[in-house]
């Protein structure tokens, strides 16, 4: 036979067989489907749900316009960013417990209200190493700049943006200079993001005195509801679905202070004297940057060790 038939045979069967499966598949998919069975929620099955959104809200005592939907909407979005990044708010449920503790009695002291405790926490994530791309530092994200302009020493060796109640009582300067002059908690924690100058344009620039009247850019737009919005979350962490165990919240650190006000040569020696471990003494101490002191202006620094 010649390649020429055999080529042709082969093209007659594989034309065959071609027909076959396509009427097979007409007459298959053309029948009625089986009906697709509905979930039932009660059998386990993984499902996420929208938030209902509180009839009222306050931000440091000052009413949130919740019936706006521009508002509304706004907070919806933080609520859910917020709930449904499950890990993340596990930690600053975690957290909480530890620095909630120091810079609550701070605030009071300095007249700031509790609410901005929830500022700290979107800053840094309550994380007193947290460094940002631009360089803001420690749990309140002080620049060098606004830190040393609210008393904070930053060198080279020592850097109070790192010290938790130094930067909180420098934080509450700032609060209270932006409150007196904007007269209101609000924008005072909006500033904290734009700057006292940014927000102070947009005010003049928009005609208003209002913080939720403002169009803003992404960041600062979304600051304050994401701080109403973590608030909401831990003041009822079963409401939106977080269940912590007490022993699994991170205790506050137990210290007490020491004061030094010569130089130090090496701080793992320090620590050794004191029956510690550098690492540990670094934990309680974030501030102190490098593993000496020089001090050369006897300056008196407290340190913290454990009791």
Same mark, same amino acid.
């Given at each position: 036979?010649?390649?020429?038939?055999?080529?042709?045979?082969?093209?007659?069967?594989?034309?065959?067989?071609?027909?076959?499966? !396509?009427?097979?598949? !007409?007459?298959?998919?053309?029948?009625?489907? &089986?009906?697709?069975? &509905?979930?039932?929620?009660?059998?386990?099955?993984?499902?996420?749900?929208?938030?209902?959104?509180?009839?009222?809200?306050?931000?440091?005592?000052?009413?949130?316009?919740?019936?706006?939907?521009?508002?509304?909407?706004?907070?919806?979005?933080?609520?859910?960013?917020?709930?449904?990044?499950?890990?993340?708010?596990?930690?600053?449920?975690?957290?909480?417990?530890? @620095?909630?503790?120091?810079?609550?009695?701070?605030?009071?002291?300095?007249?700031?209200?509790?609410?901005?405790?929830?500022?700290?926490?979107?800053?840094?994530?309550?994380?007193?190493?947290?460094?940002?791309?631009?360089?803001?530092?420690?749990?309140?994200?002080?620049?060098?700049?606004?830190?040393?302009?609210?008393?904070? &020493?930053?060198?080279?060796?020592?850097?109070?943006?790192?010290?938790?109640?130094?930067?909180?009582?420098?934080?509450?300067?700032?609060?209270?200079?932006? @409150?007196?002059?904007?007269?209101?908690?609000?924008?005072?924690?909006?500033?904290?993001?734009?700057?006292?100058?940014?927000?102070?344009?947009? !005010?003049?620039?928009?005609?208003?005195?209002?913080?939720?009247?403002?169009?803003?850019?992404?960041?600062?737009?979304?600051?304050?509801?994401?701080?109403?919005?973590?608030?909401?979350?831990?003041?009822?962490?079963?409401?939106?679905?977080?269940?912590?165990?007490?022993?699994?919240?991170?205790?506050?650190?137990?210290?007490?202070?020491?004061?030094?006000?010569?130089?130090?040569?090496?701080?793992?020696?320090?620590?050794?004297?004191?029956?510690?471990? @550098?690492?540990?003494?670094?934990?309680?101490?974030?501030?102190?940057?490098?593993?000496?002191?020089?001090?050369?202006?006897?300056?008196?620094?407290?340190?913290?060790?454990? &009791?």
């Amino acid at each position: 036979m010649s390649k020429t038939n055999i080529y042709t045979r082969i093209l007659s069967v594989s034309s065959l067989v071609i027909a076959t499966v !396509l009427v097979i598949q !007409l007459f298959t998919f053309s029948s009625t489907p &089986e009906p697709v069975k &509905e979930t039932n929620k009660d059998c386990g099955e993984y499902a996420i749900y929208s938030l209902p959104i509180p009839d009222s809200m306050t931000f440091a005592g000052e009413s949130v316009p919740i019936r706006r939907n521009d508002v509304k909407e706004s907070l919806d979005r933080e609520l859910l960013i917020n709930t449904y990044w499950q890990s993340q708010t596990i930690l600053f449920i975690k957290r909480a417990n530890r @620095y909630f503790p120091v810079i609550e009695p701070i605030l009071k002291e300095q007249g700031v209200p509790e609410d901005f405790k929830y500022l700290a926490l979107i800053e840094s994530g309550l994380m007193p190493r947290a460094v940002s791309p631009a360089g803001a530092a420690g749990i309140w994200q002080f620049m060098r700049t606004t830190a040393r302009e609210y008393g904070l &020493e930053v060198t080279r060796e020592v850097d109070e943006r790192y010290n938790v109640e130094k930067a909180t009582v420098a934080a509450c300067k700032y609060f209270k200079k932006a @409150y007196k002059h904007y007269g209101n908690w609000t924008l005072a924690a909006a500033s904290y993001n734009a700057g006292k100058t940014g927000i102070a344009k947009q !005010l003049t620039r928009q005609k208003t005195d209002n913080y939720y009247d403002l169009l803003l850019g992404e960041e600062t737009g979304r600051y304050v509801y994401r701080i109403i919005a973590v608030k909401e979350i831990l003041s009822d962490p079963d409401k939106y679905g977080f269940h912590v165990n007490k022993q699994d919240l991170y205790p506050p650190y137990k210290t007490k202070h020491i004061e030094i006000n010569k130089p130090v040569k090496n701080f793992a020696d320090f620590a050794k004297e004191h029956n510690l471990s @550098y690492k540990t003494f670094k934990d309680l101490n974030p501030w102190l940057r490098e593993s000496f002191l020089t001090n050369a202006s006897r300056r008196t620094y407290a340190v913290s060790i454990p &009791e």
